[in-house]
């Protein structure tokens, strides 16, 4: 009688870890897909919390579902943004469009749980926390915030806690009943060996822990995997607001104008001060910011804006511009030969950089997202004497299968060798 008590207690306590552990799994791939969808269909135009092209997503379900008392019109303007105004006549979205610039939001081929994941995932969206600043060059890597494992670890704690002091609550009173009716203790059997005792006894739920907790690490092992040296989306503060939307966008300055080495060399090169001062010895003062942030660079180059000239003997700072884009030291990217030679715009590797205040890293930079290119992109072989031979060999090669043009990955851009030393 006492003893299925125990039991009962037993068994209450081990479904509500079990059931615990099997919602903190799929709560955490439900999070995932939501952000594997928006990084491929939304990311391009939007940020969970800061504007880009469109505006910032956090929150938007909750205004809609109020505005509107459902999610059926956020998911109708995801799937067709046009379709939807024009079929509903919310003048919210009118607004919204008209506030934009009228820039369109493309219709997406999304299912509506799609689309909900993708919401669910931008609000639970916390910013990455960027460790110090790296600006020598060390990768400043981005930790993940919450981490469920912790979580998990936690409930267990307490989970065993209660369990125990349940258990010695029961047996201090079975042990009371025993000595009211005159009877010897008994039970001096541990908790742990009680423990290992209900296991053995009850090994069906054994079986199933031991499924659940190796499903689980399976599953974090996995995404581990998938997160190794991947820090898209990665954006750390500037020492100073510098926009690339204000200069390459509305100013139209040419990016080699300040990425000087980019047709020429491996690395684009980032622009020293001098070249700051070259605009702004005139330029002091922004729309945005005031003479905050251009009285930056003269600190940095020792320029007394007031007398307008350079302090003499000022020891020159260099601004510690933070490196947002890290390929890993075992791989060989070079700039002049994709933009020059393979005639690729910048664009295409690091998104709509004319329309950033803020640059983040727009594309993934793993070994896939390369040879994905590889495989996909034509070689321009037309008007390039380089090629004239090459080309001829390659027609020669490839004569059975009739190809006549030819992409990276037929000039050797899958080879190993290739993108590591
Ligand atoms: C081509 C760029 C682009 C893409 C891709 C894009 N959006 Fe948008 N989105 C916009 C723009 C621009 C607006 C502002 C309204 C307008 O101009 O149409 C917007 C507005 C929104 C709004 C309304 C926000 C508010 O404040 O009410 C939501 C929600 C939204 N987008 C969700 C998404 C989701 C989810 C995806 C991916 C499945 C996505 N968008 C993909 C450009 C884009
Ligand atoms: C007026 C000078 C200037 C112009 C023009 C300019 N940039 Fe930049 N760019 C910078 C500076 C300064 C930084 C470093 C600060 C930052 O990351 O915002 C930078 C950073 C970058 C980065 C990130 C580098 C990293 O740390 O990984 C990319 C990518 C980039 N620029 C691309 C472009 C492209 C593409 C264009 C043209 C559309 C362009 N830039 C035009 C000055 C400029
Ligand atoms: C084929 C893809 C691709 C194209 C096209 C491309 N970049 Fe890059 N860019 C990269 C990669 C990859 C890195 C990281 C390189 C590294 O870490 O060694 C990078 C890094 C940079 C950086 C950081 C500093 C540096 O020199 O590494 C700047 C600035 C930059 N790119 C600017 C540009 C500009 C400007 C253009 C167009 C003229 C351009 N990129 C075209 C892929 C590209
Ligand atoms: C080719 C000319 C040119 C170069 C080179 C240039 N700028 Fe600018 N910069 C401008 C112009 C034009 C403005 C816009 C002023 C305005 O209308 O707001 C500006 C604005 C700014 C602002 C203020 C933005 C605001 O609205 O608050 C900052 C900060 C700035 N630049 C930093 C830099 C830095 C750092 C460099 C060097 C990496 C640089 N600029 C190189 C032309 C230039
Ligand atoms: C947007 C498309 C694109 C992406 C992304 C891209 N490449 Fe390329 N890559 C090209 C093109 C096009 C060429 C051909 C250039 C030419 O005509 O020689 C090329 C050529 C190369 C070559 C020379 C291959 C050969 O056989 O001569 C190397 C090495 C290379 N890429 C490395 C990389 C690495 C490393 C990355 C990822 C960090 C990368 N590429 C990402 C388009 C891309
Ligand atoms: C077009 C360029 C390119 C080619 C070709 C290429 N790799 Fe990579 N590889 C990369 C890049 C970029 C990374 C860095 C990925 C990252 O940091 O996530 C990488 C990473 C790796 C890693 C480290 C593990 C990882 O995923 O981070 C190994 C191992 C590797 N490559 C092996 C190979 C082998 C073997 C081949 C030939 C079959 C090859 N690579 C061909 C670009 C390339």
Same mark, same amino acid.
């Given at each position: 009688?006492?003893?299925?008590?125990?039991?009962?207690?037993?068994?209450?306590?081990?479904?509500?870890?079990?059931?615990?552990?099997?919602?903190?799994?799929?709560?955490?791939?439900?999070?995932?897909?939501?952000?594997?969808?928006?990084?491929?269909?939304?990311?391009?135009?939007?940020?969970?919390?800061?504007?880009?092209?469109?505006?910032?997503?956090?929150?938007?379900?909750?205004?809609?579902?109020?505005?509107?008392?459902?999610?059926?019109?956020?998911?109708?303007?995801?799937?067709?943004?046009?379709?939807?105004?024009?079929?509903?006549?919310?003048?919210?979205?009118?607004?919204?469009?008209?506030?934009?610039?009228?820039?369109?939001?493309?219709?997406?081929?999304?299912?509506?749980?799609?689309?909900?994941?993708?919401?669910?995932?931008?609000?639970?969206?916390?910013?990455?926390?960027?460790?110090?600043?790296?600006?020598?060059?060390?990768?400043?890597?981005?930790?993940?915030?919450?981490?469920?494992?912790?979580?998990?670890?936690?409930?267990?704690?307490?989970?065993?806690?209660?369990?125990?002091?349940?258990?010695?609550?029961?047996?201090?009173?079975?042990?009371?009943?025993?000595?009211?009716?005159?009877?010897?203790?008994?039970?001096?059997?541990?908790?742990?060996?009680?423990?290992?005792?209900?296991?053995?006894?009850?090994?069906?739920?054994?079986?199933?822990?031991?499924?659940?907790?190796?499903?689980?690490?399976?599953?974090?092992?996995?995404?581990?995997?998938?997160?190794?040296?991947?820090?898209?989306?990665?954006?750390?503060?500037?020492?100073?607001? *510098?926009? &690339?939307?204000? /200069?390459?966008?509305?100013?139209?300055?040419? !990016?080699?104008? #300040? +990425?000087?080495?980019? $047709?020429?060399?491996?690395?684009?090169?980032?622009?020293?001060?001098?070249?700051?001062?070259?605009?702004?010895?005139?330029?002091?003062?922004?729309?945005?910011?005031?003479?905050?942030?251009?009285?930056?660079?003269?600190?940095?180059?020792?320029?007394?804006?007031?007398?307008?000239?350079?302090?003499?003997?000022?020891?020159?700072?260099?601004?510690?511009?933070?490196?947002?884009?890290?390929?890993?030291?075992?791989?060989? *990217?070079? &700039?002049?030969? /994709?933009?020059?030679?393979?005639?690729?715009? !910048?664009?295409? #590797? +690091?998104?709509?950089? $004319?329309?950033?205040?803020?640059?983040?890293?727009?594309?993934?930079?793993?070994?896939?997202?390369?040879?994905?290119?590889?495989?996909?992109?034509?070689?321009?072989?037309?008007?390039?004497?380089?090629?004239?031979?090459?080309?001829?060999?390659?027609?020669?090669?490839?004569?059975?299968?009739?190809?006549?043009?030819?992409?990276?990955?037929?000039?050797?851009?899958?080879?190993?060798?290739?993108?590591?030393?």
């Amino acid at each position: 009688m006492r003893n299925t008590w125990v039991s009962l207690i037993g068994k209450m306590l081990f479904t509500i870890a079990a059931f615990t552990m099997l919602l903190m799994s799929s709560s955490v791939r439900a999070q995932l897909d939501g952000e594997a969808i928006f990084k491929a269909n939304c990311s391009s135009c939007h940020k969970p919390d800061k504007k880009v092209i469109g505006p910032a997503l956090q929150g938007a379900r909750e205004n809609w579902a109020e505005r509107t008392g459902s999610d059926e019109a956020i998911i109708a303007w995801v799937k067709n943004s046009q379709g939807y105004m024009k079929s509903s006549g919310d003048s919210y979205a009118k607004k919204l469009f008209e506030d934009y610039n009228k820039s369109v939001m493309t219709a997406i081929a999304v299912s509506d749980e799609e689309v909900l994941a993708v919401l669910d995932y931008v609000d639970s969206y916390a910013p990455p926390v960027a460790a110090v600043p790296a600006a020598t060059g060390e990768s400043a890597g981005v930790e993940e915030a919450s981490d469920p494992t912790l979580w998990l670890i936690v409930i267990v704690v307490i989970l065993f806690i209660v369990f125990r002091v349940l258990w010695s609550v029961s047996k201090n009173l079975r042990n009371l009943n025993r000595q009211k009716d005159g009877q010897d203790h008994i039970e001096e059997v541990d908790f742990l060996g009680a423990l290992g005792q209900y296991f053995k006894k009850n090994q069906a739920l054994t079986v199933i822990v031991i499924v659940l907790l190796s499903a689980y690490v399976a599953i974090l092992g996995w995404d581990w995997l998938n997160g190794i040296g991947v820090y898209q989306s990665y954006q750390p503060t500037q020492p100073i607001w *510098f926009s &690339h939307k204000i /200069h390459a966008g509305q100013n139209g300055i040419n !990016c080699v104008y #300040c +990425h000087n080495s980019v $047709e020429k060399g491996k690395a684009a090169g980032i622009p020293s001060v001098n070249i700051c001062m070259n605009c702004h010895m005139g330029v002091q003062e922004g729309k945005v910011s005031g003479t905050k942030e251009i009285a930056k660079i003269y600190d940095a180059i020792g320029w007394d804006a007031d007398k307008g000239r350079y302090i003499k003997g000022y020891e020159q700072k260099p601004i510690e511009w933070v490196r947002i884009h890290n390929l890993q030291d075992f791989v060989y *990217f070079n &700039h002049s030969q /994709h933009v020059v030679v393979g005639k690729q715009e !910048c664009q295409t #590797c +690091h998104g709509p950089i $004319e329309e950033m205040d803020e640059v983040y890293q727009y594309s993934e930079l793993t070994m896939g997202w390369c040879i994905n290119c590889h495989r996909e992109t034509d070689v321009t072989m037309d008007d390039n004497g380089y090629y004239e031979r090459i080309h001829n060999d390659l027609v020669e090669k490839h004569k059975e299968e009739g190809l006549e043009t030819f992409k990276v990955e037929h000039i050797g851009g899958l080879e190993c060798v290739k993108c590591h030393y």
